[in-house]
């Protein structure tokens, strides 16, 4: 048990002390705001405040778990033991910054609630990040400065025993088109036919008629090569399945169709299967409802898992739809135009609700890599895409996290544009699958 003194214990404190504590070093910890209780506590001790209390680990405080509502920050970041840190503290600290303010602000996406301009797809985009822009987006720095805090206090306190967290890997799927040529119905194939004479291209003319006449498998049916490799590596598998109404950005497959819903039952089978709220369904929470139902009645089950299309995360309002439906676990967080980890962290967290200040119960799983990313936003071949993903890897390993990564059924057909990239997934499998 770790004894804590606070000068005030508030909802920003208390969060990051349950995530740095409990679900990274997994210890106990016992938080307190009486110097009195504080100073006849026996065992291992720690003060987070301005100044000492007695003879404990002391780390000096900054304002900001003390503050409510959302302002601008003045960061200025320096190295500190080959990292990036900011809000600087004095030489009485066990450490020359505030980590704990620091991780919150990460972690909590703090930067996202301030005034920024927002990508084509009304997204924050990764360049506009505190990470991207000094250099560390790559990093999951909240890991790194929370293996600092059990170094130290292990130091003073050799009895406090801290658990060893097992790394793990989890490889998600989503399936925005789970066929190219199949269960379309009438109109789309026409539409397909159509556009492909249009193009003059005979040879998507000739494949649309071979998967359709059942003489050649749909190119997008990549669903054995994947439960083959799970069988293989024996590794945690997610799918989430795009269940919209068909519109510009929402293209998969009607939800009547018997095949599709088949397909997802058999997926259901081997892997969890969550929803993937589409793109319509980010701004009217009777959509994502509708779409969440449908998946629940697929799979007669209740759905808890999610992750949104094209990755639209505003915050709060895109978490909070999700916790009036009950959605318990999320992997959106992550960004579209870069590989790493968003909100600096590669353990999965609860959300904080900046506006509301409290912790959720929605847990956050962030994905550090998608292929998407490499290929069309940072121009990566496929044969130099695993100079990007092992290092991520390597960094999730060296602290005991979960390396989740994105991918898409129809990228692994290993055709046209996607050619070398089937083996790029298998790779990346073999090497995170090593614990």
């Known amino acids: 048990m770790l004894h804590i003194y606070t000068d005030k214990i508030t909802h920003r404190n208390k969060y990051i002390f349950n995530?740095?504590?409990?679900?990274?070093?997994?210890?106990?910890?016992?938080?307190?705001?009486?110097?009195?209780?504080f100073r006849i506590s026996g065992g291992a001790k720690m003060s987070y405040s301005q100044n000492p209390v007695a003879d404990e680990v002391?780390?000096?405080?900054?304002?900001?778990?003390?503050?409510?509502?959302?302002?601008?920050?003045?960061?200025?970041?320096?190295?500190?033991?080959?990292?990036?840190?900011?809000?600087?503290?004095?030489?009485?600290?066990?450490?020359?910054?505030?980590?704990?303010?620091?991780?919150?602000?990460?972690?909590?996406?703090?930067?996202?609630?301030?005034?920024?301009?927002?990508?084509?797809?009304?997204?924050?985009?990764?360049?506009?990040?505190?990470?991207?822009?000094?250099?560390?987006?790559?990093?999951?720095?909240?890991?790194?400065?929370?293996?600092?805090?059990?170094?130290?206090?292990?130091?003073?306190?050799?009895?406090l025993i801290f658990p060893l967290r097992k790394y793990e890997f989890i490889s998600t799927i989503d399936i925005d088109n789970a066929y190219a040529y199949r269960e379309k119905g009438f109109t789309r194939s026409l539409g397909g036919y159509l556009k492909s004479l249009i193009k003059f291209d005979l040879k998507e003319i000739s494949e649309r008629n071979r998967v359709l006449l059942g003489l050649e498998k749909d190119p997008y049916d990549t669903y054995d090569f994947q439960l083959k490799m799970l069988k293989k590596y024996k590794f945690k598998s997610i799918y989430f399945i795009l269940l919209g109404d068909y519109g510009v950005n929402d293209k998969n497959l009607p939800v009547e169709s018997e095949k599709f819903q088949s397909l997802i039952k058999m997926l259901g089978d081997y892997s969890l299967v969550g929803i993937h709220p589409s793109y319509g369904s980010n701004k009217s929470k009777e959509q994502l409802k509708k779409?969440?139902?449908?998946?629940?009645r697929i799979l007669h089950?209740?759905?808890?898992?999610?992750?949104?299309?094209?990755?639209?995360?505003?915050?709060?309002?895109?978490?909070?739809?999700?916790?009036?439906?009950?959605?318990?676990?999320?992997?959106?967080?992550?960004?579209?135009?870069?590989?790493?980890?968003?909100?600096?962290?590669?353990?999965?967290?609860?959300?904080?609700?900046?506006?509301?200040?409290?912790?959720?119960?929605?847990?956050?799983?962030?994905?550090?890599?998608?292929?998407?990313?490499l290929k069309y936003y940072m121009k990566v071949e496929p044969e130099d895409a695993m100079k990007k993903i092992i290092p991520l890897i390597d960094e999730v390993k060296a602290v005991n996290g979960s390396f989740i990564s994105l991918w898409h059924n129809d990228t692994l057909n290993d055709q046209k544009l996607w050619k070398g990239w089937k083996a790029v997934y298998e790779e990346m499998i073999q090497y995170a699958s090593i614990n």
């Open 19 to 37: 995530l740095i504590f409990k679900d990274i070093l997994h210890i106990n910890f016992e938080l307190t705001e009486s110097v009195e209780a």
């Open 58 to 159: 002391h780390f000096t405080s900054r304002n900001l778990l003390l503050e409510n509502g959302i302002t601008e920050q003045n960061i200025s970041l320096f190295d500190y033991k080959n990292c990036k840190v900011f809000f600087a503290t004095g030489k009485s600290s066990a450490l020359p910054f505030d980590v704990f303010s620091a991780s919150f602000f990460l972690v909590s996406r703090y930067e996202e609630y301030l005034p920024h301009i927002r990508d084509e797809h009304d997204r924050f985009d990764a360049k506009d990040s505190l990470a991207f822009i000094n250099g560390f987006l790559q990093k999951p720095v909240v890991n790194i400065w929370s293996g600092w805090i059990k170094d130290i206090l292990s130091q003073r306190f050799p009895d």
């Open 291 to 296: 779409e969440v139902d449908r998946l629940s």
């Open 301 to 373: 089950k209740e759905i808890t898992h999610s992750r949104q299309h094209f990755l639209k995360l505003t915050l709060p309002d895109t978490y909070r739809n999700l916790i009036d439906l009950d959605i318990r676990h999320d992997y959106t967080m992550g960004f579209a135009s870069q590989v790493g980890f968003r909100a600096s962290i590669c353990t999965p967290f609860n959300f904080y609700d900046l506006d509301m200040e409290l912790e959720t119960n929605l847990k956050v799983h962030p994905f550090a890599v998608m292929e998407g990313t």
